[in-house]
């Protein structure tokens, strides 16, 4: 048995394997793919302390996943199932294993929900975007269109204002999800422009994100979206996110999906913590991710030695 079974090898879950493991607890990561989660798919890092020149995703998944290997084990595989009630915790696993353990770190982490069109897949991490911390600083001096109507959206879209030479907001409607607040100080900005009652319907390029072309919903009416100049765009997308929790329904309290946890990272069920982005919260960042593998990891040492739930 194991004391602590930390579920997907994010940012989060190898924080908290790191921490774990240099506690001297028994300590198995089980990770469906590639260690590093979101952030190994993302072209650089520039965000994250300690960050060097020209830090790759991959790189620092890398060397996450080194570190954190010194002190805990690994499991490639799917988990199918999941027992989180009582003393002893059980881990399904698509090979036939069960897997038992006294804690449970949940750091299945969120996908962000995608516009599923031409040109998308194509060019992520060349021009498309789900991240605007991230890559806004990559495009200096562009033209950048942002794709959603939600609060994050339209923040985002006025937090490129500092980097982009213009920044246009496409909506499907012709209202925002966003709060007014936010609604009215992006139409104040100059720098920002709106299409709205319009839809992306394919993201064009040859290296690099050149075009966007867009229909309206009302007229069916569809245009190309580029730079005046032929240079590069970036196009930013805010649709919303996906937390990776079904397999968690009906054994632990969560709203829309997000696992509701309290500032130790604790959910409803004892011994069961969640980190990350598949935990309701304001900020989804490596930074906060990390922070959130710590905290877990350093209470359920606690926990183990005795303390009470």
């Known amino acids: 048995m194991y004391d602590i079974i930390i579920l997907g090898a994010g940012p989060a879950g190898l924080t908290a394997g790191l921490y774990a493991g240099r506690s001297k607890l028994k300590t198995l990561i089980i990770e469906k793919n590639i260690p590093g989660g979101q952030i190994a798919t993302t072209a650089f890092v520039d965000n994250y302390p300690g960050s060097m020149e020209n830090a790759t995703g991959m790189g620092l998944s890398d060397r996450m996943y080194d570190q954190a290997k010194e002190y805990c084990e690994f499991l490639t595989t799917n988990v199918t199932s999941v027992e989180l009630e009582g003393e002893v915790k059980k881990v399904h696993t698509d090979d036939g294993k069960t897997l038992e353990a006294k804690v449970i770190i949940i750091s299945t982490g969120a996908s962000h929900r995608k516009l599923e069109v031409p040109g998308e897949s194509e060019f992520a991490n060349m021009g498309v975007s789900y991240c605007a911390t991230c890559d806004g600083p990559f495009y200096n001096g562009l033209d950048i269109f942002v794709v959603g109507g939600g609060d994050s959206a339209v923040e985002e879209a006025i937090y490129l204002t500092k980097f982009g030479k213009s920044v246009t907001i496409i909506h499907r409607r012709d209202e925002f999800r966003a709060s007014q607040v936010v609604v009215d100080k992006a139409r104040a900005n100059e720098k920002i422009k709106f299409e709205l009652d319009s839809v992306v319907n394919e993201i064009r390029g040859d290296k690099e994100t050149t075009s966007l072309i867009i229909e309206n919903v009302k007229t069916g009416e569809k245009k190309e979206l580029k ?30 999906g997000y696992i509701v946890t309290d500032s130790d990272m604790k959910t409803n069920i004892e011994g069961v913590f969640a980190v990350g982005d598949n935990r309701e919260k304001s900020v989804r960042q490596m930074v906060t991710a990390a922070g959130d593998g710590c905290t877990a990891a350093v209470v359920a040492n606690r926990y183990l030695e005795g303390q009470v739930w």
């Not at 937390?243 to 009906?250: A, C, L, S, V, Y």
């Open 227 to 256: 730079s005046d100049d032929n240079d590069p765009i970036g196009v930013f997308i805010f649709v919303g996110y996906i937390p990776q929790t079904d397999i968690f329904k009906d054994q632990i309290d969560m709203n829309y």
